[in-house]
């Protein structure tokens, strides 16, 4: 071996040589509707452009550490206090935040949003996978059990569910908070709700229930209903909670021009349900005509995709890739499944007519 070569490998700690890069597919394509974006971008019209363009103008500055503004404006909407609120870019730097405070074992059910397995094994900390049962529901006597028995830091809960698109029921969801609840346990662990999907269930049981257990955290993001490209994510919990995560937050996570779009996409609230409105309308409909293809069983969603079972996913995933239409394949995960992002009218369109001719 030539003198300048080394083994990045063998330098690298155990529990990173066994990560792989995230892939995210960069398939050039007519439709895109893999990666459960909204078809329609969350800042339109009104001067939004024009005062974003002045941020431009002031990028030679930091931007605000503690996203005041944003903070505020969120709090208004959820009701909370800012102090209840943490920003994050992206809800994954906010896993990857909780994580780095309070470490493992961390637990979660499975197939679900693979970043909380991921971001366990890149902070060399115990990743606990627990299977849903048949209907894509908690497995909640195998849940209360391992909690008893590993005592997770941290359960993630994503309601609803990626890839499965469904709402856990709240009554297990809640069960999993008493169980781990301070006051009423020896096994005390925070609940992290994930509702990146929330906007789309029209479901908002959980952030009423954030002053009654403290050991609750609801986790939200601005990705799914149009501004994927912002990167922004947002945790709302008890002040102590806030607190402690925000000791290992980078100092300015999320940039200016994030804050300031941000800011403008929340105060056009109107243009924002309109779009998630004619997704969950889009979304009902293309359950229906999907029902209707033989061979083709679509999964009921509360989110803007829907996850389907075909009788050979890998064909019919390459088949549309090739006809220019992009979805996701989840056959690894479970078994002959695909899951398709719902797009604009058109886009379902093209995907329905294509998905018919194909099988
Ligand atoms: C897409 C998604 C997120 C969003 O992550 P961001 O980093 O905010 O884009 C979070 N949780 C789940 C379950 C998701 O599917």
Known sequence: MPEKEMDVQKLLKPNIRSLRAYHAEEIPCRVKLDANESPYSGVRGQGSEVRVNKTLQLLNRYPDPQAKALRKLMAKELKVKPENILHGNGSDELIYYLITAFGGPVLYPVPTFSMYGIISQALNEKGIGIPLDSRFDLDIDKIIQTIKKNKPKLIFLSSPNNPTGNCFSSDRILKVIKATSSHITRHPSLVIVDEAYQPFSGKNEFLPLLDKFKNLVIMRTLSKIGLAGLRLGFLIADEEIIHAVNTVRLPFNVNALSQKAAVEALKNKKQMHTNISSIISERKRLLKE???????????????????KVKNADTIYNSLLHNGVLIRNMSGVIDNCLRVTVGTPKENRIFLHKLKRLS
């Open 290 to 308: 999907m029902k209707k293809i033989r061979g083709v069983t679509p999964y009921p969603s509360d989110a803007n995709f829907i996850l389907f």
